[in-house]
Protein backbone atom coordinates (compact mmCIF):
# COMPACT_ATOMS: atom_id res chain seq x y z
CA UNK A 1 0.00 0.00 0.00
CA UNK A 2 1.35 3.13 -0.97
CA UNK A 3 1.97 6.05 1.89
CA UNK A 4 1.19 9.10 1.55
CA UNK A 5 4.20 11.53 1.52
CA UNK A 6 3.98 14.36 3.95
CA UNK A 7 2.90 17.39 2.77
CA UNK A 8 5.36 20.28 1.88
CA UNK A 9 3.04 22.31 4.17
CA UNK A 10 4.70 21.00 6.98
CA UNK A 11 8.21 23.29 6.54
CA UNK A 12 5.90 25.71 6.33
CA UNK A 13 3.66 25.09 9.84
CA UNK A 14 4.57 25.96 13.53
CA UNK A 15 5.52 22.38 13.96
CA UNK A 16 9.03 23.00 13.78
CA UNK A 17 8.97 26.15 15.38
CA UNK A 18 6.79 24.31 18.46
CA UNK A 19 9.52 21.90 19.13
CA UNK A 20 12.52 23.84 18.61
CA UNK A 21 11.41 26.29 20.60
CA UNK A 22 10.29 23.74 23.39
CA UNK A 23 13.88 22.24 23.47
CA UNK A 24 15.41 26.16 23.07
CA UNK A 25 13.66 26.71 26.11
CA UNK A 26 15.07 23.57 27.65
CA UNK A 27 18.29 24.23 26.87
CA UNK A 28 18.77 27.53 28.11
CA UNK A 29 17.10 26.39 31.65
CA UNK A 30 19.99 24.07 31.53
CA UNK A 31 22.51 25.97 30.80
CA UNK A 32 21.76 28.65 33.44
CA UNK A 33 21.25 25.90 36.09
CA UNK A 34 24.90 24.70 35.28
CA UNK A 35 27.30 26.96 37.51
CA UNK A 36 25.23 25.97 40.79
CA UNK A 37 23.98 22.55 39.86
CA UNK A 38 25.29 19.92 41.65
CA UNK A 39 27.64 18.41 39.30
CA UNK A 40 27.71 14.70 39.25
CA UNK A 41 24.20 12.66 38.67
CA UNK A 42 22.06 11.15 41.29
CA UNK A 43 19.70 9.26 39.95
CA UNK A 44 19.64 5.96 39.40
CA UNK A 45 19.39 3.41 36.98
CA UNK A 46 16.45 1.88 38.36
CA UNK A 47 14.98 5.55 38.65
CA UNK A 48 16.17 6.13 35.43
CA UNK A 49 14.18 2.90 33.29
CA UNK A 50 11.05 3.96 35.87
CA UNK A 51 10.81 7.18 33.90
CA UNK A 52 11.88 6.17 30.46
CA UNK A 53 11.13 2.27 29.55
CA UNK A 54 7.73 1.55 28.42
CA UNK A 55 6.52 -0.86 25.59
CA UNK A 56 7.47 0.43 22.01
CA UNK A 57 4.01 3.01 21.41
CA UNK A 58 2.04 1.52 18.31
CA UNK A 59 0.99 5.16 17.63
CA UNK A 60 3.86 7.42 19.55
CA UNK A 61 3.55 9.91 21.67
CA UNK A 62 3.21 13.73 21.05
CA UNK A 63 6.61 14.78 20.02
CA UNK A 64 6.17 18.04 22.46
CA UNK A 65 5.55 15.56 25.43
CA UNK A 66 9.09 13.35 24.38
CA UNK A 67 10.80 16.96 24.54
CA UNK A 68 9.87 17.72 27.99
CA UNK A 69 10.42 14.01 28.96
CA UNK A 70 14.16 13.63 27.68
CA UNK A 71 14.71 17.10 29.19
CA UNK A 72 13.24 16.76 32.55
CA UNK A 73 15.45 13.84 32.93
CA UNK A 74 18.95 15.99 32.94
CA UNK A 75 19.04 17.73 36.43
CA UNK A 76 19.40 14.34 38.20
CA UNK A 77 20.66 12.13 35.28
CA UNK A 78 23.20 13.99 33.54
CA UNK A 79 26.67 14.41 34.42
CA UNK A 80 27.28 18.18 34.70
CA UNK A 81 30.15 17.72 32.37
CA UNK A 82 30.40 21.31 30.72
CA UNK A 83 29.67 22.87 34.58
CA UNK A 84 32.79 25.46 35.15
CA UNK A 85 33.52 23.17 38.18
CA UNK A 86 33.56 19.40 36.24
CA UNK A 87 37.54 17.82 36.41
CA UNK A 88 37.17 14.70 35.33
CA UNK A 89 38.15 13.18 32.54
CA UNK A 90 39.67 15.41 30.14
CA UNK A 91 36.21 16.82 28.66
CA UNK A 92 36.07 20.96 27.65
CA UNK A 93 32.56 22.68 28.07
CA UNK A 94 30.92 23.67 24.50
CA UNK A 95 32.13 27.18 24.12
CA UNK A 96 28.55 28.76 23.28
CA UNK A 97 29.39 29.74 19.53
CA UNK A 98 30.35 25.93 19.37
CA UNK A 99 27.19 24.90 20.51
CA UNK A 100 24.99 27.21 18.64
CA UNK A 101 26.70 25.68 15.37
CA UNK A 102 26.32 22.75 16.44
CA UNK A 103 22.48 23.33 16.14
CA UNK A 104 22.92 24.64 12.76
CA UNK A 105 24.70 21.27 11.82
CA UNK A 106 21.61 19.32 13.18
CA UNK A 107 19.33 21.61 11.56
CA UNK A 108 21.60 21.56 8.23
CA UNK A 109 21.41 17.86 8.36
CA UNK A 110 24.30 17.29 5.81
CA UNK A 111 26.15 14.29 5.35
CA UNK A 112 29.74 15.50 5.36
CA UNK A 113 31.72 12.32 3.01
CA UNK A 114 31.74 13.94 -0.15
CA UNK A 115 31.84 17.14 -1.71
CA UNK A 116 29.10 16.69 -4.03
CA UNK A 117 26.79 15.78 -0.84
CA UNK A 118 27.60 19.44 1.09
CA UNK A 119 29.95 21.93 -0.80
CA UNK A 120 29.47 24.22 2.85
CA UNK A 121 30.68 21.68 5.14
CA UNK A 122 33.13 20.47 2.48
CA UNK A 123 34.63 24.35 2.62
CA UNK A 124 33.99 24.69 5.95
CA UNK A 125 36.20 21.71 6.88
CA UNK A 126 38.76 22.19 4.26
CA UNK A 127 39.22 25.97 6.10
CA UNK A 128 39.36 24.60 9.99
CA UNK A 129 41.66 22.35 9.06
CA UNK A 130 44.22 25.09 6.99
CA UNK A 131 43.89 27.15 10.77
CA UNK A 132 44.55 23.96 12.68
CA UNK A 133 48.01 23.73 10.77
CA UNK A 134 48.47 27.30 11.20
CA UNK A 135 47.65 27.87 14.73
CA UNK A 136 50.27 24.31 16.05
CA UNK A 137 52.38 25.70 13.47
CA UNK A 138 52.32 22.45 11.92
CA UNK A 139 53.54 21.46 7.97
CA UNK A 140 51.13 23.45 5.94
CA UNK A 141 50.86 20.94 3.34
CA UNK A 142 49.32 18.33 6.05
CA UNK A 143 46.05 16.35 5.60
CA UNK A 144 44.32 16.70 8.01
CA UNK A 145 40.28 14.52 8.93
CA UNK A 146 38.03 15.38 11.61
CA UNK A 147 37.38 11.67 12.82
CA UNK A 148 35.00 10.75 16.27
CA UNK A 149 38.14 11.26 18.95
CA UNK A 150 41.81 11.04 19.56
CA UNK A 151 40.84 7.30 19.53
CA UNK A 152 39.93 7.51 15.75
CA UNK A 153 42.48 10.38 15.41
CA UNK A 154 45.29 8.00 16.34
CA UNK A 155 43.61 4.91 13.97
CA UNK A 156 44.33 7.15 11.20
CA UNK A 157 47.38 8.56 11.53
CA UNK A 158 48.69 4.67 12.28
CA UNK A 159 47.34 3.89 9.15
CA UNK A 160 49.11 6.05 7.23
CA UNK A 161 52.02 5.28 9.09
CA UNK A 162 51.30 1.14 8.58
CA UNK A 163 50.52 1.88 4.25
CA UNK A 164 53.87 4.50 4.57
CA UNK A 165 56.02 1.98 5.86
CA UNK A 166 55.04 -0.83 4.49
CA UNK A 167 54.98 0.32 0.94
CA UNK A 168 58.86 1.75 1.42
CA UNK A 169 58.77 -1.96 1.94
CA UNK A 170 57.59 -2.86 -1.30
CA UNK A 171 54.09 -4.00 0.11
CA UNK A 172 50.86 -2.62 -0.43
CA UNK A 173 49.07 -3.47 2.66
CA UNK A 174 45.20 -1.78 1.32
CA UNK A 175 45.38 -4.48 -1.39
CA UNK A 176 47.31 -7.55 0.14
CA UNK A 177 46.76 -7.10 3.77
CA UNK A 178 48.85 -8.38 6.70
CA UNK A 179 49.20 -12.08 5.92
CA UNK A 180 53.01 -12.41 4.30
CA UNK A 181 53.65 -8.91 4.77
CA UNK A 182 57.26 -7.55 6.08
CA UNK A 183 57.26 -7.47 9.93
CA UNK A 184 56.46 -3.65 10.70
CA UNK A 185 57.47 -3.33 14.43
CA UNK A 186 55.81 -0.20 16.89
CA UNK A 187 57.80 1.47 19.65
CA UNK A 188 55.59 3.07 22.25
CA UNK A 189 56.13 4.86 25.41
CA UNK A 190 55.77 2.76 29.10
CA UNK A 191 52.69 5.59 29.28
CA UNK A 192 51.27 5.52 26.17
CA UNK A 193 47.57 6.25 26.22
CA UNK A 194 45.64 3.44 25.79
CA UNK A 195 43.63 4.21 22.00
CA UNK A 196 47.53 3.82 21.09
CA UNK A 197 46.93 0.11 22.07
CA UNK A 198 43.10 -0.21 20.52
CA UNK A 199 44.38 1.67 17.44
CA UNK A 200 47.07 -0.52 16.73
CA UNK A 201 44.51 -3.45 17.18
CA UNK A 202 42.07 -1.92 15.03
CA UNK A 203 44.96 -2.09 12.57
CA UNK A 204 46.17 -5.62 12.86
CA UNK A 205 49.40 -4.96 14.10
CA UNK A 206 48.14 -6.09 17.70
CA UNK A 207 49.64 -5.26 21.02
CA UNK A 208 51.97 -8.08 22.62
CA UNK A 209 55.09 -7.36 20.58
CA UNK A 210 55.23 -3.45 20.62
CA UNK A 211 58.72 -2.51 21.77
CA UNK A 212 58.04 -0.53 25.26
CA UNK A 213 60.38 2.81 26.36
CA UNK A 214 60.84 3.55 30.02
CA UNK A 215 59.84 6.61 31.21
CA UNK A 216 60.70 8.96 34.18
CA UNK A 217 59.02 9.86 37.10
CA UNK A 218 56.84 12.16 35.35
CA UNK A 219 55.73 10.17 32.13
CA UNK A 220 58.21 10.82 30.22
CA UNK A 221 60.05 9.06 27.56
CA UNK A 222 63.67 8.15 28.09
CA UNK A 223 65.80 8.91 24.88
CA UNK A 224 68.75 6.82 26.13
CA UNK A 225 66.31 4.02 26.55
CA UNK A 226 64.62 4.70 23.26
CA UNK A 227 67.56 4.72 21.43
CA UNK A 228 68.88 1.18 22.51
CA UNK A 229 65.24 0.03 21.61
CA UNK A 230 65.20 1.60 18.13
CA UNK A 231 69.11 0.09 17.03
CA UNK A 232 68.32 -3.66 18.34
CA UNK A 233 64.80 -3.61 15.69
CA UNK A 234 65.67 -4.60 12.27
CA UNK A 235 62.81 -3.21 9.64
CA UNK A 236 60.16 -0.80 8.99
CA UNK A 237 59.44 0.80 12.37
CA UNK A 238 56.52 3.32 13.44
CA UNK A 239 57.81 5.27 17.15
CA UNK A 240 54.34 6.76 19.33
CA UNK A 241 55.50 9.75 21.23
CA UNK A 242 53.45 11.27 23.34
CA UNK A 243 52.57 15.57 23.94
CA UNK A 244 50.43 15.31 27.43
CA UNK A 245 50.65 12.47 29.49
CA UNK A 246 46.75 11.45 30.72
CA UNK A 247 47.80 11.62 34.38
CA UNK A 248 50.38 14.48 35.06
CA UNK A 249 50.44 16.31 32.00
CA UNK A 250 54.14 16.18 30.62
CA UNK A 251 55.74 15.93 27.50
CA UNK A 252 57.90 13.49 26.08
CA UNK A 253 61.55 15.28 24.97
CA UNK A 254 59.59 15.16 21.36
CA UNK A 255 62.95 17.21 19.64
CA UNK A 256 65.30 14.16 20.74
CA UNK A 257 62.95 11.47 20.18
CA UNK A 258 62.21 12.97 17.12
CA UNK A 259 66.35 12.96 16.13
CA UNK A 260 66.46 9.37 17.05
CA UNK A 261 63.50 8.40 14.94
CA UNK A 262 65.04 10.11 11.89
CA UNK A 263 68.33 8.88 12.08
CA UNK A 264 66.37 5.56 11.96
CA UNK A 265 64.24 6.22 9.48
CA UNK A 266 60.84 5.29 11.31
CA UNK A 267 57.81 7.05 11.29
CA UNK A 268 57.29 8.87 14.37
CA UNK A 269 53.13 9.48 15.69
CA UNK A 270 52.45 12.17 18.55
CA UNK A 271 49.46 11.14 20.28
CA UNK A 272 48.61 15.42 21.56
CA UNK A 273 45.04 14.46 22.70
CA UNK A 274 45.20 17.54 24.60
CA UNK A 275 48.87 18.76 24.32
CA UNK A 276 49.00 19.85 21.30
CA UNK A 277 46.73 22.73 22.17
CA UNK A 278 50.22 23.76 23.80
CA UNK A 279 51.31 25.17 20.71
CA UNK A 280 48.72 27.43 20.55
CA UNK A 281 50.18 29.31 24.15
CA UNK A 282 53.25 31.61 23.85
CA UNK A 283 54.36 30.53 27.18
CA UNK A 284 53.53 26.50 26.90
CA UNK A 285 55.47 26.14 23.36
CA UNK A 286 58.30 25.20 24.68
CA UNK A 287 56.49 22.03 26.19
CA UNK A 288 55.87 20.76 22.71
CA UNK A 289 59.28 22.02 21.04
CA UNK A 290 60.36 19.46 18.20
CA UNK A 291 56.56 18.25 17.86
CA UNK A 292 56.85 19.29 14.59
CA UNK A 293 59.40 17.30 13.20
CA UNK A 294 56.71 14.36 13.88
CA UNK A 295 55.32 12.60 10.73
CA UNK A 296 51.65 12.64 12.28
CA UNK A 297 49.70 14.02 14.94
CA UNK A 298 46.39 12.83 16.88
CA UNK A 299 44.36 15.88 19.03
CA UNK A 300 40.77 16.37 20.20
CA UNK A 301 38.79 19.49 19.37
CA UNK A 302 36.49 18.81 22.17
CA UNK A 303 38.93 18.68 24.50
CA UNK A 304 40.53 21.44 24.58
CA UNK A 305 38.87 24.08 22.10
CA UNK A 306 35.98 23.43 23.58
CA UNK A 307 33.60 22.43 20.95
CA UNK A 308 30.87 19.81 21.89
CA UNK A 309 31.05 16.35 21.23
CA UNK A 310 31.89 14.35 19.12
CA UNK A 311 35.45 15.54 17.51
CA UNK A 312 38.66 14.90 17.05
CA UNK A 313 41.30 15.44 14.46
CA UNK A 314 44.10 13.34 12.49
CA UNK A 315 46.93 15.16 10.95
CA UNK A 316 49.81 13.82 8.39
CA UNK A 317 52.76 15.60 6.99
CA UNK A 318 52.16 13.10 3.67
CA UNK A 319 48.92 14.04 2.64
CA UNK A 320 49.11 11.41 0.01
CA UNK A 321 49.86 9.00 2.24
CA UNK A 322 47.05 10.02 4.40
CA UNK A 323 44.87 10.16 1.42
CA UNK A 324 45.77 6.46 0.38
CA UNK A 325 45.63 4.39 3.46
CA UNK A 326 42.01 6.25 3.77
CA UNK A 327 40.14 6.72 0.29
CA UNK A 328 37.31 4.07 -1.08
CA UNK A 329 35.61 4.84 -4.06
CA UNK A 330 32.51 3.48 -6.11
CA UNK A 331 31.43 3.66 -9.31
CA UNK A 332 27.69 5.37 -8.02
CA UNK A 333 29.68 8.25 -6.06
CA UNK A 334 30.29 11.27 -7.75
CA UNK A 335 34.01 12.23 -6.06
CA UNK A 336 36.06 15.27 -6.85
CA UNK A 337 38.59 14.75 -9.74
CA UNK A 338 39.57 18.80 -8.60
CA UNK A 339 40.87 20.58 -5.74
CA UNK A 340 37.27 19.97 -3.88
CA UNK A 341 37.61 18.09 -0.74
CA UNK A 342 35.79 15.11 -0.50
CA UNK A 343 36.43 14.23 3.64
CA UNK A 344 35.66 10.42 2.72
CA UNK A 345 39.56 10.27 1.14
CA UNK A 346 40.72 11.59 5.20
CA UNK A 347 38.37 9.53 7.76
CA UNK A 348 38.16 5.59 8.02
CA UNK A 349 34.06 7.25 7.59
CA UNK A 350 31.77 7.76 5.13
CA UNK A 351 28.58 9.10 6.27
CA UNK A 352 29.35 11.33 8.96
CA UNK A 353 28.07 14.62 11.05
CA UNK A 354 29.73 17.48 10.28
CA UNK A 355 31.78 17.83 12.89
CA UNK A 356 34.50 20.08 11.61
CA UNK A 357 31.99 23.33 11.59
CA UNK A 358 32.14 24.37 15.39
CA UNK A 359 35.63 23.98 15.10
CA UNK A 360 35.40 26.70 12.18
CA UNK A 361 32.78 28.64 14.30
CA UNK A 362 34.85 28.89 17.53
CA UNK A 363 38.27 29.34 15.79
CA UNK A 364 36.71 32.26 13.82
CA UNK A 365 35.36 33.82 17.38
CA UNK A 366 38.17 33.07 19.32
CA UNK A 367 40.73 34.25 16.78
CA UNK A 368 44.67 33.20 17.83
CA UNK A 369 44.04 35.27 20.53
CA UNK A 370 41.19 33.55 21.83
CA UNK A 371 42.59 30.51 21.66
CA UNK A 372 45.64 31.05 23.66
CA UNK A 373 43.99 33.06 26.30
CA UNK A 374 41.38 29.65 26.98
CA UNK A 375 44.23 27.21 27.04
CA UNK A 376 46.58 29.48 29.70
CA UNK A 377 43.58 29.95 31.28
CA UNK A 378 42.83 26.72 31.96
CA UNK A 379 46.58 25.75 33.46
CA UNK A 380 46.28 28.86 35.72
CA UNK A 381 43.23 27.55 37.48
CA UNK A 382 44.98 23.81 37.32
CA UNK A 383 48.05 25.80 39.05
CA UNK A 384 46.13 27.85 41.26
CA UNK A 385 44.13 24.24 42.87
CA UNK A 386 47.46 22.62 42.78
CA UNK A 387 49.02 25.53 44.64
CA UNK A 388 45.94 25.77 47.74
CA UNK A 389 46.34 21.82 47.91
CA UNK A 390 49.69 21.44 48.50
CA UNK A 391 49.53 24.21 50.84
CA UNK A 392 46.74 21.49 53.64
CA UNK A 393 48.81 19.24 55.64
CA UNK A 394 47.94 15.92 54.78
CA UNK A 395 47.51 16.39 51.19
CA UNK A 396 50.64 15.61 48.89
CA UNK A 397 50.76 16.93 44.89
CA UNK A 398 52.45 14.33 43.06
CA UNK A 399 53.14 16.01 39.76
CA UNK A 400 54.86 18.52 38.58
CA UNK A 401 51.98 21.08 36.96
CA UNK A 402 53.22 22.06 33.74
CA UNK A 403 50.00 22.09 32.28
CA UNK A 404 46.32 21.37 32.77
CA UNK A 405 46.37 18.10 34.97
CA UNK A 406 46.78 17.46 39.03
CA UNK A 407 47.48 14.67 40.77
CA UNK A 408 46.52 14.76 44.25
CA UNK A 409 46.85 12.04 47.46
CA UNK A 410 45.88 12.08 50.88
CA UNK A 411 47.84 10.61 54.14
CA UNK A 412 49.59 8.76 52.17
CA UNK A 413 47.25 6.07 51.94
CA UNK A 414 45.18 4.72 48.62
CA UNK A 415 41.98 3.86 50.78
CA UNK A 416 41.62 7.57 51.94
CA UNK A 417 42.13 8.93 48.79
CA UNK A 418 39.62 6.87 47.04
CA UNK A 419 37.43 7.54 50.08
CA UNK A 420 37.93 11.69 49.38
CA UNK A 421 37.32 11.30 45.13
CA UNK A 422 33.60 9.52 45.82
CA UNK A 423 33.00 12.00 48.65
CA UNK A 424 33.25 14.68 46.65
CA UNK A 425 31.66 13.31 43.44
CA UNK A 426 28.50 12.69 46.19
CA UNK A 427 29.31 15.93 48.09
CA UNK A 428 28.64 17.60 44.29
CA UNK A 429 30.32 20.85 44.74
CA UNK A 430 32.82 19.51 42.00
CA UNK A 431 33.39 16.46 39.94
CA UNK A 432 37.05 14.69 39.35
CA UNK A 433 37.99 11.41 39.21
CA UNK A 434 40.84 8.88 40.72
CA UNK A 435 43.80 7.14 38.90
CA UNK A 436 46.48 5.28 39.77
CA UNK A 437 50.03 6.48 39.07
CA UNK A 438 53.33 4.70 39.79
CA UNK A 439 51.30 2.12 42.20
CA UNK A 440 49.53 4.44 44.26
CA UNK A 441 45.95 6.14 44.40
CA UNK A 442 45.21 9.46 43.66
CA UNK A 443 42.92 12.45 42.39
CA UNK A 444 43.20 13.26 38.99
CA UNK A 445 42.02 16.85 38.46
CA UNK A 446 41.68 17.81 34.80
CA UNK A 447 41.10 21.92 33.95
CA UNK A 448 39.64 21.99 30.24
CA UNK A 449 36.48 24.17 30.68
CA UNK A 450 36.62 27.71 29.13
CA UNK A 451 34.35 28.80 31.61
CA UNK A 452 36.18 27.60 34.73
CA UNK A 453 37.07 31.04 37.09
CA UNK A 454 38.98 31.59 39.87
CA UNK A 455 36.11 31.62 42.25
CA UNK A 456 35.13 28.01 40.94
CA UNK A 457 38.46 26.68 41.36
CA UNK A 458 38.49 28.14 44.94
CA UNK A 459 35.01 26.21 45.66
CA UNK A 460 35.75 23.42 44.09
CA UNK A 461 39.42 23.06 46.61
CA UNK A 462 37.40 24.09 49.79
CA UNK A 463 34.81 21.22 48.97
CA UNK A 464 37.70 18.77 48.69
CA UNK A 465 39.40 19.57 51.72
CA UNK A 466 36.03 19.67 53.76
CA UNK A 467 35.30 16.08 52.84
CA UNK A 468 39.44 15.36 53.74
CA UNK A 469 38.90 16.70 56.83
CA UNK A 470 35.60 15.54 58.02
CA UNK A 471 36.78 11.87 56.75
CA UNK A 472 40.16 12.27 59.13
CA UNK A 473 37.99 13.40 62.09
CA UNK A 474 35.82 10.08 61.35
CA UNK A 475 38.65 7.67 61.24
CA UNK A 476 40.60 9.97 64.31
CA UNK A 477 37.64 9.29 66.67
Known amino acids: MAIDPLPTSLFQSAVFDEYLDNARAHAGEYLRRLPDRHVGARASRDELLTALRIALPEQGDEGGEVIDLLAGQAERSAVACNSPRYFGFVVGGAYPVALAADWLVSTWDQNAGIYAISPLVSVLEEVAGQWLLDLFDLPRESGVGFVTGCQMANFTCLAAARHHMLRRAGWDVEADGLQGAPRLHVVASAESHVTIDVALRYLGLGTRSVHRVETDAQGRMNVDRLRKVVASIEGPMIVCAQAGNVNTGAFDPLREVADVVRERGAWLHVDGAFGLWARASDSLRGLAQGIELADSWATDAHKWLNVPYDCGVAIVRHAQDHRDAM???????????????????WV??????????????????LGRGGVQDLIDGSCARARQMADALREAEGVSVLNEVVLNQVLVRFGDDDDLTRAVIDGVQRDGTCWLGGTTWQGKGAMRISVSNWATTQDDAERSVAAILRVFHSLRRDVAV
Open 327 to 345: TSAAPYLIQTRGAERDAVD
Open 348 to 365: PEFSRRARGVPVYATLRA
